[in-house]
């Protein structure tokens, strides 16, 4: 074997890895929930490229699913169906502030909807870790601005507790305070029902998926990888589909037919 076979090859299996066509699409009658974190105006190297999706990258991508025939739907709207084949729900984790800037505009533009998981309690930014205080990540919305994002008409307020804590490593009252003090503090604030929520970290299990139940929720989304098949009986641990800022369209479009990338 020479060495351009070997290399032609190699290629070959690490390109089937990395986007594998050759895995079994999951029907259309199932929905796909997409995952995104921030959508920044341009590239940002300082951002990490798992959380950050250009702007430009995101307009293509829901360009794509409107030209495609997809139904957009909030995560509630889910729940309600009955729901038509090729059915997306876009989510947003966090409450970054170009969620409104960046991301908005790109959802009217093409008529789309979205479910936002705001964490309740916002003075200080991300950290690299994930929490409050430290090195910021990137600016969260402000009150104002989430109005503002609600008020757009296409935008669905879900809670991702009150301080991005994970719950799987949280006691049982510690738990119960995040799921209900958030959901009430977003509802005060906005004056709109909350009934959708995140865990942080994509971290549950079955006793958190009750406590969400119990606090008044509808509905729970994970960061598992995958496409939930049954909305109903998994409505409180919903898995999604993460769309990064190393995607291109071809992973785009591998993802949405197979649910996720491996």
Same mark, same amino acid.
């Given at each position: 074997?020479?060495?351009?076979?070997?290399?032609?090859?190699?290629?070959?299996?690490?390109?089937?890895?990395?986007?594998?066509?050759?895995?079994?699409?999951?029907?259309?009658?199932?929905?796909?929930?997409?995952?995104?974190?921030?959508?920044?105006?341009?590239?940002?190297? +300082?951002? $990490?490229? /798992?959380?950050?999706?250009?702007?430009?990258?995101? !307009?293509? &991508? %829901?360009?794509? =699913?409107?030209? @495609? #025939?997809?139904?957009?739907?909030?995560?509630?709207?889910?729940?309600?169906?009955?729901?038509?084949?090729?059915?997306?729900?876009?989510?947003?984790?966090?409450?970054?502030?170009?969620?409104?800037?960046?991301?908005?505009?790109?959802?009217?533009?093409?008529?789309?909807?979205?479910?936002?998981?705001?964490?309740?309690?916002?003075?200080?930014?991300?950290?690299?870790? +994930?929490? $409050?205080? /430290?090195?910021?990540?990137?600016?969260?919305?402000? !009150?104002? &601005? %989430?109005?503002? =994002?609600?008020? @757009? #008409?296409?935008?669905?307020?879900?809670?991702?507790?009150?301080?991005?804590?994970?719950?799987?490593?949280?006691?049982?009252?510690?738990?119960?305070?995040?799921?209900?003090?958030?959901?009430?503090?977003?509802?005060?604030?906005?004056?709109?029902?909350?009934?959708?929520?995140?865990?942080?970290?994509?971290?549950?299990?079955?006793?958190?998926?009750?406590?969400?139940?119990?606090?008044?929720?509808?509905?729970?989304?994970?960061?598992?990888?995958?496409?939930?098949?049954?909305?109903?009986?998994?409505?409180?641990?919903?898995?999604?589909?993460?769309?990064?800022?190393?995607?291109?369209?071809?992973?785009?479009?591998?993802?949405?037919?197979?649910?996720?990338?491996?």
């Amino acid at each position: 074997m020479t060495w351009g076979l070997i290399a032609a090859a190699l290629l070959t299996g690490w390109l089937s890895y990395r986007h594998p066509w050759w895995r079994r699409p999951l029907g259309y009658q199932h929905p796909r929930i997409l995952m995104y974190h921030m959508v920044p105006a341009e590239s940002d190297h +300082g951002r $990490p490229r /798992g959380l950050a999706v250009p702007a430009h990258r995101f !307009d293509r &991508q %829901v360009a794509y =699913l409107r030209r @495609s #025939g997809w139904h957009f739907a909030t995560v509630s709207e889910l729940l309600e169906g009955p729901i038509l084949p090729k059915t997306v729900a876009i989510t947003f984790d966090d409450g970054y502030a170009d969620n409104l800037t960046s991301a908005l505009p790109v959802l009217l533009r093409h008529k789309a909807k979205a479910t936002v998981y705001l964490i309740a309690d916002r003075q200080s930014p991300l950290s690299e870790g +994930g929490l $409050p205080d /430290g090195a910021p990540l990137a600016e969260l919305l402000s !009150d104002e &601005q %989430v109005k503002e =994002l609600l008020d @757009s #008409g296409v935008v669905e307020l879900g809670s991702h507790t009150s301080s991005h804590v994970n719950l799987a490593n949280a006691d049982p009252a510690r738990c119960q305070r995040e799921l209900i003090e958030s959901k009430h503090t977003l509802e005060r604030l906005f004056q709109r029902d909350v009934i959708a929520f995140a865990y942080p970290f994509g971290a549950t299990n079955d006793s958190l998926a009750d406590l969400a139940e119990q606090a008044g929720y509808r509905s729970a989304v994970t960061t598992q990888a995958g496409v939930p098949e049954d909305l109903d009986a998994q409505r409180f641990r919903l898995k999604r589909i993460r769309i990064s800022g190393r995607d291109n369209m071809i992973t785009f479009r591998i993802r949405l037919r197979i649910g996720r990338r491996r």
